[in-house]
Structures are given as C-alpha cells and as structure tokens.
C-alpha cells in the first residue's frame, strides 16, 4: 500500500533551519510529485510547493522563495524540504503529500504523510 | 494567485441531515482542478474529490463535488457522525503559481 512516513519532530532556534524527509513507498517514487503543505496549530492548510522527484523539478509558493529547497534521493525514494532563516511563524506541522502522476491528469493529493511538527523557539 | 473563500465558517447540522458547503475562486479554475479534504485533529488531510466532482478512491458516495469556474460546491447527503470536521478546498489548476487552499468550513454538531 502507498505510504509517505516522515521524519520526527524537531525543536528548533530562530534564525536556524530544518530539513524534514518524506520516505516514500508501496509506488513507483519517480512517478508522481511531492507537494508540501504546513499548518499552524489551529490555522488552514498552506500550500509551500512541489516537485518532481524524476527531474527534481520543483516550484515554490512565493511567500517562500528563497528559503525552501525541496529535493529528493531517488535511490532511497525519499524526498526532503528544507527552509532556513526560521521564526516563530514557522512553527507548525509539515505534511508532504503525492501529487500528480506522470502522464496523468493531476488529481490533488491522495496520499499524505503523518505530518512533522516543527517548533521554533 | 488565485485566492479560494468558503462559506460558511461553520457549519452546525445534526446527524442525518444534508451539509452544502462552498467554494468560491476569485478567478476561473483551470479545468476545474478543485480538490476538497476533509480533516479530523491531529490527523493529515484525506483526499474527498479531486476535479471538482470526482469521488476519490473508496470514498462513500454520499460525498459529492458539484460546480465549475469560480464556483463549487460539496455536499454530504446525510451526515454519518464521522464527517463532522474540517473541510478544505484547493485549487492546483494554477501551476506554476501555486495549489492554493481555502480557510476551510468546520462542520460540527448541533
């Protein structure tokens, strides 16, 4: 069966990043896109971006240009984000989730991972 | 960026009954790409419809996803005691701005 298991929580300095991991299986990792997504405690769900774990294409929500990287090992089909220069606004659980299959239409995210607390005190 | 309202905030209903809730876009969906999730706390989201109107895997068919454009619409036929919950609707029509979802509707019970 398709599962997405993230890494644990991390407990972090402003200023500092975090890199959370997405490992990935029961499908063919390649095949479908990664999208990230991250929701403060008792806030709506934030869309941070994509990417594509054949080309390692990505796109990144503009609010976070320029302190996310999402990248990925396809040799452990596992798939990363990393965002630097944290505050406290960053605190909040990060979800990866699959996206679009290649070749297919896409259809949202159908398969999410637990979810990774991230706090930045 | 295409930005997604909902309406309404909150939803009170009693098991049984239908729940409508909506989703306006404030500009078209590129060929309706409109996903609704719902979410229990503590949980991930779980995919209910994907292209406005399309059931996701084993999802029982008292969801249903209706609507095109700027507007859309889920209705649950009669509300089982699991489908009190948040529900959020995306759009990821706008690539490569971005997938963006809505502030959400909380269905509780009356």
């Known amino acids: 069966q398709v599962q997405l298991v993230q890494s644990g929580a991390e407990v972090k300095k402003p200023g500092a990043s975090v890199k959370v991991s997405c490992k990935a299986s029961g499908y063919s990792f390649t095949s479908y896109d990664i999208n990230w997504v991250r929701q403060a405690t008792g806030q709506g769900l934030e869309w941070m971006g994509w990417m594509n774990p054949d080309s390692g294409n990505t796109g990144y929500e503009q609010k976070f240009q320029g302190r996310v990287t999402m990248t990925r090992n396809t040799s452990i089909s596992a798939a990363y984000m990393e965002l630097s220069s944290l505050t406290s606004e960053d605190s909040a659980v990060y979800y990866c989730?699959?996206?679009?299959?290649?070749?297919?239409?896409?259809?949202?995210?159908?398969?999410w991972g637990q979810g990774t607390l991230v706090t930045v005190s | 960026e295409i930005v997604l309202t909902q309406s309404p905030g909150t939803l009170s209903l009693s098991p049984g009954e239908r729940a409508t809730l909506s989703c306006r876009a404030s500009q078209s969906v590129r060929s309706d790409y409109l996903a609704w999730y719902q979410q229990k706390p503590g949980r991930a989201p779980r995919l209910l419809i994907y292209g406005a109107s399309n059931r996701a895997t084993a999802i029982p068919d008292r969801f249903s996803g209706s609507g095109s454009g700027t507007d859309f619409t889920l209705t649950i036929s009669r509300l089982e005691p699991e489908d009190f919950a948040m529900y959020y609707c995306?759009?990821?029509?706008?690539?490569?701005?971005?997938?963006?979802f809505g502030p959400g509707t909380k269905v509780d019970i009356k």
């Open positions: 989730a699959r996206g679009r299959g290649a070749g297919r239409l896409p259809r949202g995210s159908d398969y």
């Open positions: 995306q759009q990821y029509g706008d690539s490569p701005r971005g997938f963006t």
